[in-house]
């Protein structure tokens, strides 16, 4: 493939006008994903560790081969929420590699409220789940939680999408012959204890560990019966009287050995085959996205050129070159991987639309990856392109990839609006994964352009009401 030119200017002020924004965006971001590290915090923490427990994150790290990457899932999640006490939900998710293979982590963060399941919670939980399914992943649940928040059980417990749906997805990928793997490492109350109870293997840590559907405080109410939390459902009892764990951990180190000792035993998976050649980096630096990309998500620019700074070489084949511009597709090498890439160019009319739908099929035929790069405010307005069918044509394009039988994966790069958000697979068609830059905005309108129709609209009932106009709004 041919390699993509550039006309970046790096010298240019807007250049670095843009670099100086850009850098202090990933400063702020990166400030707030330092704060949610602590979880809970200060007392929380303490009280965590004095019994010799593992913070989450160290956790993880501590199964995951030395070396590797973890891709951390919404560390932000409910940021903001919940008073602002619950720091990434108070779960971790994400992809981490276990003896060579990639496996999908889920640890409760007990330093957040006990680890108790807030409705973002179980919509992280059940996130995570439907990745792991999706792409065949080792399910690795690390277990230290209080079960549903009582005080918003409503919206944690009866519906299709909450609590019980995180068992119904470990039975479901169990019988599909998608590992799942426990580990009690603290409490694991009520419908919780089905975690480790519907895994395929599990261990419980003694002393920390415990399993039960009703803890002494119920058991106490309901029977009069009076028993600790480890005579209960410590390990002792789940490993030689029940049955429901399958290994003992002395402690939590050995508990977390035991994980990769048992991935390391499972058999290996079947993986779609793609024709990936050596991996080869960009030949042009990453780091001139920080300049290349406006300070006012407004302005115009070339997206070749964020596609020549992400690609194999920068090597880019384009489709369609001179027909609707104002996207562009075409195909490249990510990490060796061929992949077609659809990328906003400016708004989308009929004949982008059209060329979309026609690159979208063609990957699905040949079985190559989607990626869509989203910067779009949406789809052309005004009586010309509704008389000229831009609706159907556009309708054409949210088919072609709701249809698409490939994986695909969605980054916003900028703005997403409206039913351009629709077209270039925004979560409602099911990308295996969406990322977004700190830049990014999504809505359903951008912040001028709704002020101006809201203004309009009331405009007009002022008028129908035989009221004079606002001024000055």
């Given at each position: ?119 973002m ?30 005080a ?80 209960l ?57 920080l ?24 090597r880019?084949?384009?489709f ?27 708004i ?7 060329k979309?739908?026609?690159?979208i ?41 709701a ?48 002020s ?22």
């Amino acid at each position: 493939m041919d390699r993509l030119p550039t006309s970046v200017r790096t010298g240019d002020a807007q250049y670095a006008v843009n670099m100086e924004h850009n850098k202090a965006l990933i400063a702020a971001l990166e400030g707030r994903l330092e704060a949610v590290q602590q979880g809970g915090g200060g007392k929380y923490v303490d009280r965590h560790r004095s019994r010799n427990k593992k913070l989450p994150r160290e956790r993880i790290n501590a199964i995951c081969d030395p070396g590797t990457a973890f891709l951390e899932f919404s560390p932000l999640a409910a940021n903001g929420l919940y008073d602002g006490n619950a720091h990434s939900a108070g779960v971790i998710t994400g992809i981490g590699v276990v003896h060579g293979r990639e496996c999908l982590f889920v640890a409760n963060d007990a330093t957040v409220k006990g680890g108790s399941y807030y409705p973002m919670t179980v919509k992280k939980h059940i996130r995570a789940q439907s990745i792991a399914e999706e792409n065949g992943l080792p399910c690795i649940y690390l277990v230290d939680s209080g079960g549903a928040f009582l005080a918003m059980q409503d919206e944690v417990f009866p519906d299709r999408g909450h609590f019980g749906r995180i068992f119904h997805n470990q039975a479901v990928m169990s019988g599909k012959g998608i590992p799942q793997i426990s580990a009690v490492l603290g409490s694991c109350t009520a419908g919780g204890a089905y975690v480790p109870a519907m895994s395929d293997e599990s261990i419980i840590v003694k002393g920390n560990g415990t399993i039960f559907l009703g803890g002494p405080p119920l058991v106490k109410a309901a029977t009069g019966e009076e028993v600790t939390a480890e005579d209960l459902g410590g390990a002792e009892v789940h490993t030689v009287k029940s049955g429901v764990a399958d290994h003992y951990a002395e402690d939590e180190d050995e508990a977390l050995r035991i994980v990769r000792n048992i991935v390391e035993n499972l058999p290996p998976t079947y993986k779609i085959s793609l024709d990936n050649s050596t991996p080869e980096p960009p030949h042009y630096d990453v780091e001139e996205l920080l300049g290349i990309i406006p300070e006012d998500n407004r302005m115009p620019y070339d997206v070749r050129e964020v596609i020549a700074r992400i690609t194999d070489g920068s090597r880019f084949h384009e489709f369609k070159a001179r027909y609707g511009t104002t996207i562009i597709c075409g195909f490249a090498k990510i990490h060796g991987y061929p992949v077609g890439i659809v990328a906003n160019n400016g708004i989308l009319f009929s004949e982008s639309a059209l060329k979309s739908a026609h690159f979208i099929e063609l990957c699905g035929q040949r079985g190559i990856p989607l990626v869509f790069l989203q910067n779009i405010t949406g789809f052309m307005v005004g009586s010309e392109y509704e008389a000229g069918g831009i609706a159907k044509d556009g309708a054409k394009m949210v088919t072609a990839v709701a249809c698409a039988p490939v994986p695909k994966f969605t980054v916003i790069i900028g703005g997403s609006h409206g039913a351009g958000n629709y077209a270039m697979c925004g979560r409602g068609y099911d990308p295996r994964f969406l990322f977004m830059w700190p830049n990014s905005r999504i809505s359903v309108m951008g912040g001028p352009q709704a002020s101006s129709v809201l203004t309009t609209v009331k405009q007009d009932q002022r008028a129908r009401e035989g009221k004079s106009p606002m001024e000055g709004e």
